[in-house]
């Protein structure tokens, strides 16, 4: 689904991303994580072309990422959901989860709307399409944030801190609707400092340290077995080692 | 102070208060729509059409609008455009007005928080749709306050109209004067009735600004 192959950037001089190459097969959900700096959220906004890259290429079903007009396609098929919500303010809830559709997809009023309910109704939201989105909590904003990327039909789903502007007695209800899609096969990566999630939900951990991607497998390998000397540092470092998941057994 | 010559020439200056409501709606609608669209063309990002456009808003900005009247009348039939006089204050009230709207468009664009484009462009909305869509209806919300206040200066400057003998206020008002005497009377009446004009502007302006800024929405 994602073939990324050698790919850098750099701002002037210093160097965020060295020669990363990675596949993701389709369903896989993939956690990253690493210390702040380490280039994690500057990779995953380089799948949707947000940030653009040098040398190497990456492409997301089939699409290389390098050239305009299959760029504008890998949007449509890669939905993203920011650390800061990102609603559209001056839209309510409904329109924000509609607005793509009808514009970029070209969908009909009716169709954009129901299947819009079908979102919200998906992550508990159904009574809040009148709603702006001042009115509701960062854990339903960013529930709705899911519904709108959702809306799409995405064939991924990049998850960029989704949880970190959170209260934490809201971090669950948002990592509840992260792990029912992970649970419908829904292809994931998700940068993310909630070692739980990484733990339970993802089927593949990889640690980015200083612009590389140091260490890379499943969760039990990476996050109890650890080889490299950075892992075990930032494991310790965020004293996470056996935390409960967030969601599973609320504090 | 004798008011009854002023009673005496009411139908007159209203006939001007009205040319007046005229020019200054004319050049509040033009500036607006050519102020729009040097913010909209600032957004391509393009840098030779960017100093194009910024050399014109610092020129309509960096001169008085007394210069711009007088070179638009004179000048422009040189080059063998006829202008008549109400064309000329068109012309020079709305290219100084858009240089207004055009800055305060702008930096009500600017202060839109990145998230909000990067997410539209994530949804694969592309630049038309997330202008259109998602960025100018909020930079609209930010800016009405201070584009209130540039109407509101704008319907004052029409009465510089005057040095091109347009009819509006002003110049009504000089005309009584110079026919009738009694200088005061006639101009208190002219200034109150531009009062009556911005000073309820400027109170919408304020409670907007009020209604507006507490939260985000």
Redesign the interface.
């Known amino acids: 689904m994602i073939e990324v192959n050698g790919v850098s950037k750099s701002y002037g001089r210093l160097e965020v991303l060295k020669d990363i190459s990675l596949q993701v097969e389709a369903g896989q959900v993939v956690a990253i994580v690493g210390p702040s700096g380490s280039g994690k959220s500057t990779f995953l906004r380089m799948l949707n072309g947000l940030e653009s890259f040098s040398g190497g290429s990456i492409k997301i079903d089939g699409h290389d990422l390098s050239l305009p007009r299959e760029l504008h396609q890998v949007r449509k098929e890669v939905g993203m959901v920011f650390q800061q919500f990102n609603l559209f303010p001056h839209l309510t809830v409904g329109r924000n989860v509609t607005i793509a559709q009808r514009l970029v997809l070209k969908e009909s009023k009716a169709a954009a709307e129901e299947r819009a309910r079908r979102l919200l109704a998906r992550v508990g939201l159904q009574e809040k399409w009148a709603s702006y989105p001042s009115q509701l909590s960062g854990g339903q904003q960013q529930r709705v944030a899911i519904a709108r990327a959702l809306a799409m039909e995405p064939k991924v789903m990049l998850f960029d801190e989704a949880t970190s502007a959170l209260d934490p007695e809201l971090v669950g209800e948002v990592l509840d609707v992260m792990r029912s899609l992970a649970a419908d096969g829904m292809t994931m990566l998700v940068v993310t400092h909630e070692m739980g999630f990484a733990r339970n939900v993802a089927d593949r951990v990889l640690f980015m340290d200083a612009g590389r991607i140091a260490a890379d497998g499943p969760p039990a390998l990476i996050l109890d077995k650890p080889k490299d000397e950075r892992l075990i540092q930032f494991l310790r470092r965020i004293g996470n080692h056996e935390r409960p998941d967030h969601a599973v057994q609320p504090v | 102070m004798n008011f009854s010559l002023v009673w005496e020439a009411r139908w007159l200056i209203l006939d001007s208060f009205v040319v007046t409501l005229y020019l200054s709606a004319s050049a509040v609608v033009g500036g607006t729509v050519v102020g729009m669209i040097v913010a909209l063309l600032r957004q391509f990002g393009l840098r030779p059409l960017n100093l194009l456009l910024r050399a014109y808003v610092e020129l309509f900005r960096g001169t008085p609008l007394l210069m711009q009247l007088f070179f638009i009348y004179f000048g422009l039939p040189l080059v063998n455009v006829s202008v008549d006089r109400f064309w000329a204050a068109f012309i020079a009230l709305t290219c100084f007005t858009s240089a207004y709207v055009a800055e305060v468009f702008r930096s009500g664009i600017e202060a839109i ?1 990145r ?2 484009s ?9 630049f038309f ?1 997330r202008f259109f ?2 960025i100018a ?2 930079a609209l ?1 930010v800016s009405l306050p201070p584009l209130i206040g540039v109407y509101v200066s704008v319907i004052k400057d029409t009465s510089l109209a005057t040095v091109v003998g347009y009819n509006e206020l002003t110049r009504r008002a000089m005309e009584l004067m110079l026919r009738f005497g009694h200088p005061l009377e006639f101009f208190i009446t002219v200034a109150l009735l531009y009062f009556a004009i911005c000073y309820p502007i400027s109170k919408l302006s304020e409670r907007l600004e009020r209604k507006l800024t507490p ?3």
């Open positions: 928080p998230g909000q990067e997410a539209a462009t994530a949804l694969g909305m592309g749709h869509w998602i209806p909020q919300r939260s985000a929405r």
